[in-house]
């Protein structure tokens, strides 16, 4: 267990936050429960102190009553930060071999990507193996989710709410003539995007590249994040486009089951992409 940080208002912190958060060590030293004067006697505090805190944090879901309500537990906000945090570190180790396969499969960049609060956030990349082939840099534009493919097929699955604040946020910058700047064009964009399964970026983001992304569920079936593919406009022809997504849908859908997902849909892809 990592060592707690200095505590108090000599230190640059807030007691009130401190003693939150010292609260929630104790609760999961104790094994994942522990009783009011428990808790109480272990951080220091007076008994009604601590009792008004663990309100607080019950009142956010980070601590639970326990059985017959005469302990506390550790709430599942506490689960919705791990799987967050473990999502962010876990992803890109579980998801290696399906990007490598896309790879191997398109020929093609293949790009993974999270939404962090609004920024959007690739953590993993393979470049193209063709001799022409995409530029785009591995960390992208944390503005850009509107524009992408990775960005869209995340965002299409969004509560509109959670839509509203990212746009708030972030903007709807015009990186191309392509890019949509509109947020009712946008929403109606994917609406499409949630119909056929796949996000295309055609030139909305770099001239010349166009874009393919998939989104990618969990056990709950809630979107983790989105792998894409991408390749230089002259070679995405309208079968070369057909044969980038059949082999990107049946990565993030496997991706998924590996990931726990409920129901994907698992589809055989293609043959391999030839090269140039």
Not at 62 to 88: D, P, T
Not at 138 to 152: D, I, M, P, Q, S
Not at 210 to 232: E, K, M, N, T
């Amino acid at each position: 267990m990592p060592a707690r940080p200095p505590m108090g208002r000599d230190h640059g912190g807030i007691q009130a936050l401190d003693r939150a958060f010292l609260i929630l060590d104790v609760i999961a030293d104790a094994g994942g429960e522990a009783k009011l004067t428990e808790i109480a006697a272990s951080a220091g505090l007076n008994v009604s102190t601590c009792h008004h805190l663990i309100s607080t944090l019950h009142n956010w879901g980070y601590v639970s009553r326990g059985i017959n309500s005469r302990s506390y537990v550790l709430g599942s906000r506490i689960l919705h930060l791990s799987a967050a945090c473990l999502r962010q570190v876990d992803l890109p180790r579980r998801a290696q071999s399906f990007v490598d396969r896309l790879n191997d499969q398109t020929r093609e960049a293949v790009q993974l990507a999270i939404m962090q609060d609004t920024n959007l956030v690739h953590i993993l990349r393979r470049e193209a193996r063709h001799a022409v082939r995409v530029e785009a840099g591995f960390g992208g534009n944390a503005n850009a989710a509107h524009a992408t493919a990775t960005g869209k097929a995340i965002l299409a699955w969004l509560p509109p709410t959670e839509l509203d604040r990212i746009v708030a946020d972030k903007g709807l910058t015009a990186f191309t003539p392509n890019t949509i700047t509109d947020i009712e064009k946008l929403k109606e964009h994917l609406r499409l995007v949630r119909r056929n399964g796949f996000s295309i970026d055609r030139e909305e983001y770099r001239p010349g590249v166009i874009c393919l992304g998939a989104a990618l569920r969990d056990h709950a079936g809630a979107v983790v994040g989105s792998i894409s593919v991408s390749a230089p406009a002259f070679r995405s022809t309208p079968d070369y486009i057909e044969q980038m997504k059949v082999h990107l849908i049946a990565a993030a859908d496997e991706l998924s089951v590996e990931l726990g997902a409920p129901g994907a849909i698992l589809r055989a892809p293609v043959k391999t992409i030839a090269a140039e």
